[in-house]
Each structure stands twice: as C-alpha cells, then as structure tokens.
C-alpha cells in the first residue's frame, strides 16, 4: 500500500504495526518546536525526504545540524522538530529522551530491540536516536525506555541542560556559528518557484484530456510571492473531491467541509467573503466542478465559523499534559482565553496577570515568537492566520507563558579590533563605530593581544544590531568578526564529563572540513563545534574558559594546530582547565604531527563517530614548544634602491621544525603558487605535485648557506659543513612522514623526544638531499642538539616555520623553549587494532543493554 498524501510504503500485513505519523499531521507531535539550519542544495545519493518520502534524486537541502534531508519543493513543510541542544533560560530540566529521527540508516542497520536488520537503500525505513545513535524499527522503537543516556559518546558531549543561549533574534544558523556562505539557499520569503518544482514535474504524468492541472495558492502570501501548489484532478471531480486533493498537495488533514476554492483575481487579496468556486452559493458541493470555463488559479479558503476549538500547549509549565483543548468564539480574548485556561491547568488560584499568551510559528528555519495582547479577539487572529496562510495556520501553536521577568544576557564575541587597548578605549571605538549604547551592555572580558571583546548585552533589538552591523565594518582596514556566543553552567556539568572542544579549519589540505564539521555537529553537541574561519580558537576557548575538565580536537594541517596551540599559549591563564589535551585530526598536506601522534598521514573519510572513539581512549603524551624570536638589525635595500627601515623584532611559535635555506625556499615557492590559483589546491596529491615541480626548478642552484649565517647553540659557536639548508627539528617527522635525523646511533647525542627539552639541528645539501630523505634512502647531516640557539644571518634567507614560509632580512633569530610542555593525545596502538570493529559497536547503549533489549 502507498499512502497518497506523503507516499508511506507498506505490506499489507505489515499494516497494523504502523507506528509512522503522516507528515500531514508532523507538525502537532513536535515536542519543543526548534528551527532547522539547511545548507546549501547539493545532491545526496541514497538519501530520502523526509516530508514526501521520494528518492533525492535532485538537488535537494540538508540540516547542518541534523540528520534530516528535504526536496526544495517540500522544505516548507518540514517540521521544526531539529535537536534540542540548549536552554533557552526558562526552561531547566536535566531528564532527556530519545530523539528519534526516521529513515537515516545503512542497509545492514540492526535493531537494537529484535536485532534484525532496520535499514533499506530502496525506502525511508528505520528510526535512530540522533543523541545516542541507537537503532530501532518503527514498530519496536516505543518499546525502548525513552530516557537517553547520549550513548557512547556521552563522556564527550556537552550536556544540553548545562548550555544557555538567549537567542529570540538570531536564527540557529547563527547560533551555532554555520557561516553565512552556507546561507545560500533561497530563503522561504524570497523564493518565488521553490514550491513550483515537484508539483511541475508530478503533474506532467497527467496531460490526458480527462485530467485538469490547477495552480492552487494557500492564501494572500503565496499570491503575493507567486508561490503555488500544483494539483491533477478529474474534469468531472466534484467540489469536495478537489477541496481534499488542495489539502493534499499542503499536507493538511483537516476536514474538507471546512474549506472552499476562491477563484484568483486581483480582487482576492481585498475581499473577505469566501466564493463558491462557480459564483453561485446556492449551488451544492456534490455536482461537477467545471463548467465552460476552467480559471487558471484558485486559492483554498477557511470558511468562516462562529467557534471553534483551540489548542493551549502548557509549554514549560510543568502540568503533565501536551495541551488543552478550548472552545472559542467572537467575543473571546487573549485574557478571557488565560482565565478560562488557569482552571483547567490547576491554577485557579493564580492571577491571570501572571501568565501570557505567547503565538508560536514553527517554521522549517526559524521558529518565530509574538505575546498576543490581552485585549486581542482570538477567533479574529485565526482567521487573520489563515487568510494568510493555510500552512502556516497548521504550523501555528499557542503557548501559556508565565510572566517571569527573565534577565535578558545575549553575549556577543567581536574580533578584529586594534590590539592592545584597554576596556574603555574598546567601548569608545565601539561608540563611534557601532554606535552601541552603554546603558545597554558592558564589556565583560577583553583579549586585548587578539584585539577582541566580548559583549553582555540586555536587549535583543541591541544585540542583533550590533551583531549584523560588525559584519560590515572596517577598522584599520580589518574587517570585525562577530559570533554569538552560548554560555555553558559548568557548575551542572556531571563529575564524569570531560566534554570535547572540536576546531575543523574548512580550508585545509583535501577541503573535507565541511563534511566533518557537519559529522560533528551531528554526534556532539553543536555548541563545541567552533569553525575557525570564523572568529579563530578564541570563541571557543572563551566559551570553555569555566569548564574543570575538557580536552580539544583540532582538524586541520600542521599550520592550524600550530595556530590553535598558540592561542591556547595566550589564553592559558584565563582558562580553569589550563592544560586541556590535544588531539589531531589532519588535514593538510604534510600532517607531520599527527603522524607522529599516530594519527595517520592524512584523514580520507574515516568514520567520524571511530575518531571521536579513538579520540576518548587516546593516550597522553607531552611535548615542547618553541620561541623565536626574529630581530632584524641591519637596514635592507629594497628592489627600487630605496632604504627600507630595520622589520621590528617579531615573536613567532614553533611546534614541528623551522626550517633555512632551501627548504623554506620550496615551501616559499608552494605558497606563492596556492596564492595565484587557490581553487587548485584542493587535494594532498596535487599539493604534493606542486612540491616537486617547485623543487625540480630549485634542483640546479648552487648555494653556499653555510657562508651566508652563523650558528651558535647553547652559547657555543658551532662550524657548518657545507650546505644549502639548515633545520631544526621538534618531533621526528619532516617534509610528510621523512626521518629527518635518522635511526643510527650516534655517542655524539641523545637519542630525540618531543618532551626532553631539546633540538635537533639537521644540515641537507640540496633538492637531491631532500629528495633522498623522503625516500629513505639517507637521512641529514647531524650538526647539534641543545636548547638555546642563536642564529645570525649574514643576508635575506628564506625562513620557515611549521609550513609558514617568508623572507627574513639579515639580523638575529634565537631560538628558545617556550612556557609549559603542551599535553598531546596520542591514539593508542590497541585501539588502532580494534577500529575495524567499531562500526559494530556503535549503536551500544548502556540503559538498553541493561534493560535486556
């Protein structure tokens, strides 16, 4: 059997275990109404939507949040039923349930209840718990016990209850920090053919002279924006038989009898009165709908009715029920409606000058909040709703809201300010800039190295002005970042939690950092997923800064752990948990780091919820960071024989190996090229081309670098052999995987470590060196080992640190171990045995086991 409003598929015997609500009637289970956050269209194989159940055979929409895809036909109708991750202040609970999401699983799903297979490739089939990833058939799902445990992840995740966002103006795109490239789609006010596309293609099957196509608008907006349903019905189909396919096509199960077709002309839109569709009201619904002439559109109508019955949802009340039902009529108000409501919540004793009505729209985007006044006629504002729009009166609740006065505390992360300036020269600038109104917010911390603040602000009006404003505007040629920013109560944290702060560069080495930043934010909570294209590691340390006890994830190449580590260095003091561990998933192009923390030489679509595991088992380890300091002490003559003044002495970090000479003159080379033609590098095997190409040009040049700077280590003067490239080497991996100091024993040093202190000093003797090297063939020259170095450079050398290559003017560079040892996660060799079986594993649950599922 095929259900024709939303296509469900089902044997016949198979009926009575239906447990699947039509999408006619989605919108009135929604628990807590939360807007989704769809990306940008693109095509996803295997995939259904989640309104009409088809296949997504064209480009279609996802949640970025979570597991939910959608035709751009039907995204209108999706409910607004996405993940719960934060309170929104007036709500505290610390019991949750199973979010069950339908038909998001693989082929070889089991059930975690009758342990047979759950999933299908060929239907919308399945349940998951978008928490704790447990798996169930639809019929055995309601058997598991609803509370969630957040499975084996649940050590990692951040708590919802322990996560507070006011966020009545900002949409959850920019709650969750979802950059505003992925806001491409069209959105639901400017789409004028969105809604067109399905029902044109649906409506082609039916061009035989016995069939009608109608263009059917569901009231005055969708005139306004051209935005239409299309229907195939009968030429000789009744009046009612047409009224039920118009309800069809907007997925709403309403009775029939309470609607009517108006015909479209440009009076509709001024005219109150619902027509009978052939202009004669003594006519009866049973004859045949078309006469001589067919208009081309028609708007479906409410009739208008003398009461009706109207749904209070209690909302965070606390009463036990889903809602009240309530009959209304002409002379109901909002107030008469709260009297008449308090009783039957068991508050009769209470002031109904202490409650609100509160008109919820639960849009597929946004959920959208309006307090009705007291003097408001109910049963006006449903036909208001209505003339309006149809669906959007089926996507309307109304919520009884205490009157607490709640403290309103929107706080807004801005950067891109001048460094180095005190709270009060931040607030002027501030002023004159944004014209922000003190009385209003405060500046409650200040990043005064970063250039960067965070605001408190009172008022939602003021927060998102401020917030859409920063993003147009320059200072100092700078443009300003703001990002709102969650507050997490670490006081509710459990003992057990050491929850996971991800950073993912989307800009790195194979681009994979969309895919990943979505993979996160569906198995975690998304408040500790941080793009660091948006804003850097400083929201996201700034938002951890009060948790006890969490470790951090990087995703990105050497470069951006490089970067996350050194804002960790400046903010350390403001952090309770001051050393958090570290763990790395790379990807970048030559990902020496994470090589040497095992954790591959490259990420190439492993399992996101495998790593987060590896991550949690991983083992501790230490490692040294440095200080170099880069002092340009003799003037330079540019190209134009004109005296430049000395570059001011400039503090840089390294992790990995700095490198002089000829290995940063390749890196040097690979970073002009990837600035010419960025679009090009998006591949470790092209990255990787580019780098032997740049060094076969190189592979002729005659150097004598040896004559061109002097090293001294530990305050002795040390004699270079003659070479063309000087490296010193933190961790045994350079230029992608090669051992640069080699395994032989040597009396001379000590055997390498990251965490003993010291540097290995490495001479190479050119492109064919290099190339030696990374083929194992030979290792480098061994020059010296110690924990201070001077360098002074003679003439401008290419230097590079950790990938960043430049041109440094003769001067000083000395080299010295930076404050603590950073604590790294390095994956555990059982683990790296066992990741084969983790995919089974996946769906354990710790409540379900226990129960005997």
């Known amino acids: 059997f095929i259900f024709t409003v939303c296509n469900f598929m089902s044997h016949e015997k198979c009926l009575k275990h239906v447990r699947i609500p039509c999408s006619c009637i989605a919108p009135s289970l929604v628990r807590v109404p939360v807007a989704h956050c769809f990306g940008p269209p693109g095509h996803y194989k295997r995939k259904f939507c989640t309104v009409c159940r088809k296949q997504l055979e064209s480009p279609a929409y996802r949640c970025e949040v979570c597991e ?64 704790c990833g447990i798996l169930a058939h639809a019929s055995c799902y309601i058997i598991v016990p609803p509370e969630c445990t957040f499975g084996r992840l649940r050590d990692m995740i951040l708590p919802p209850n322990c996560v507070r966002l006011v966020s009545r103006n900002f949409s959850k795109m920019h709650c969750f920090r979802i950059s505003e490239s992925l806001q491409t789609e069209p959105d639901e006010d400017e789409d004028v053919d969105g809604l067109t596309q399905a029902s044109v293609k649906d409506a082609q099957i039916s061009t035989e002279s016995s069939k009608q196509t109608l263009k059917i608008f569901d009231g005055n907006d969708a005139v306004k924006r051209n935005q239409f349903r299309l229907i195939s019905v009968a030429r000789i189909a009744k009046s009612e038989e047409v009224v039920e396919a118009a309800l069809r096509a907007y997925y709403i199960n309403d009775d029939q009898q309470h609607y009517e077709l108006q015909t479209f002309t440009q009076q509709t839109l001024f005219s109150d009165d619902v027509i009978n569709r052939n202009n004669g009201a003594e006519e009866t619904s049973s004859g045949p709908v078309f006469r001589e002439a067919v208009p081309e559109a028609w708007i479906i109508r409410a009739k208008s009715r003398e009461q009706e019955v109207l749904r209070i949802y209690p909302g965070w009340l606390k009463v036990g029920m889903a809602y009240i039902s309530l009959v209304i009529n002409k002379e109901s108000t909002t107030e008469t409606v709260i009297k008449e409501v308090l009783p039957l919540l ?80 931040y607030t002027n600038i501030l002023k004159e800039e944004l014209a922000i109104k003190t009385n209003l917010l405060s500046v409650s911390h200040v990043y005064a190295v970063q250039g960067a603040v965070v605001l408190e602000i009172s008022c939602f009006s003021e927060a998102e002005r401020i917030y859409m404003l920063a993003k147009d505007t320059m200072i100092n040629d700078k443009q300003l970042t703001a990002t709102v920013l969650p507050e997490v109560l670490h006081s509710k944290l459990p003992q057990v939690c050491c929850p996971l702060l991800v950073f993912v560069n989307p800009k790195s080495g194979g681009l994979k950092g969309r895919d990943l930043l979505y993979s996160f934010r569906k198995l975690l909570n998304p408040h500790q997923v941080f793009e660091l294209t948006n804003g850097g590691p400083l929201p996201g340390f700034h938002t951890f800064s ?68 590896s991550v949690d088992e991983a083992d501790h380890v230490f490692m040294d960071r440095w200080t170099i300091l880069l002092d340009a002490q003799e003037v330079v003559e540019s190209a134009e024989n004109v005296i430049l003044e000395p570059e001011p002495p400039k503090i840089v970090q390294m992790n990995n190996y700095c490198g002089l000479g000829i290995d940063a003159e390749l890196s040097l080379g690979f970073h002009h090229a990837r600035e010419e033609e960025p679009g090009k590098f998006n591949s470790r095997f092209h990255n990787k081309g580019v780098y032997v190409k740049v060094g076969l040009q190189k592979i002729s040049h005659t150097r004598n670098l040896h004559k061109d700077i002097k090293l001294q280590v530990d305050q002795h003067e040390i004699e270079l052999p003659s070479i063309e490239g000087l490296i010193f080497i933190n961790i045994p991996s350079w230029g992608s995987g090669a051992d640069l100091w080699g395994s032989d024993n040597d009396n001379r040093f000590e055997k390498p470590r990251m965490d003993d202190g010291l540097l290995e000093v490495v001479g190479v ?89």
């Open 68 to 131: 939910l895809h959608v035709h751009a036909d039907c995204l209108p109708f999706a409910c607004s039923d996405c993940r719960q991750c934060h309170q929104h202040g007036h709500q505290d609970h610390d019991t949750y349930h199973h979010h069950w999401r339908e038909g998001i699983l693989s082929s070889s799903a089991r059930c975690e209840v009758c342990k047979k297979t759950c999933g299908s490739s060929e239907v919308l089939s399945g349940m998951r718990c978008e928490w």
């Open 346 to 425: 068991g508050r009769q004793m209470e002031s109904p000058q202490n409650f609100k009505l509160v008109e919820v729209l639960m849009g597929s985007k946004q959920v959208q909040r309006m307090v009705l006044d007291n003097q408001e006629k109910i049963l006006g504002r449903l036909r208001d709703i209505r003339k309006t729009s149809i669906r959007q009166m089926n996507q309307t609740r109304f919520y009884m809201v205490e009157n607490n006065k709640s403290v309103v505390r929107v706080r807004l992360f801005v950067g891109g300010l001048p460094p180095q300036l005190s709270a009060e020269e």
């Open 546 to 613: 009060q948790v006890p006890r969490f470790r951090v994830l990087v995703c990105g190449g050497d470069g951006t752990v490089g970067w996350v580590l050194g804002a960790l260095e400046e903010i350390r003091y403001k952090l309770v948990c001051s050393e958090p561990s570290v763990a790395i998933l790379p990807l970048g192009t030559g990902n020496d780091l994470g090589r040497v923390l095992r954790w591959g030489a490259g990420y190439s679509g492993e399992d996101p919820y495998s790593i987060l595991v």
């Open 765 to 853: 003797t050119g492109v064919v060196h290099m190339g030696q090297v990374q083929g194992g063939l030979r290792s480098g020259i061994r020059i010296a080992q110690g924990s201070y170095f001077r360098v002074t450079l003679l003439k401008p050398i290419p230097v590079q640190v950790d990938g960043e290559p430049w041109i440094q003017p003769p001067g000083q560079i000395i080299i010295s171990a930076a404050g603590p040892k950073v604590c790294m996660l390095k994956k555990s060799k059982q683990k790296q045995k066992k990741t084969g079986s983790l995919k089974e594993t996946r769906t354990e649950n710790v409540s379900v086991s226990e129960a005997g599922h």
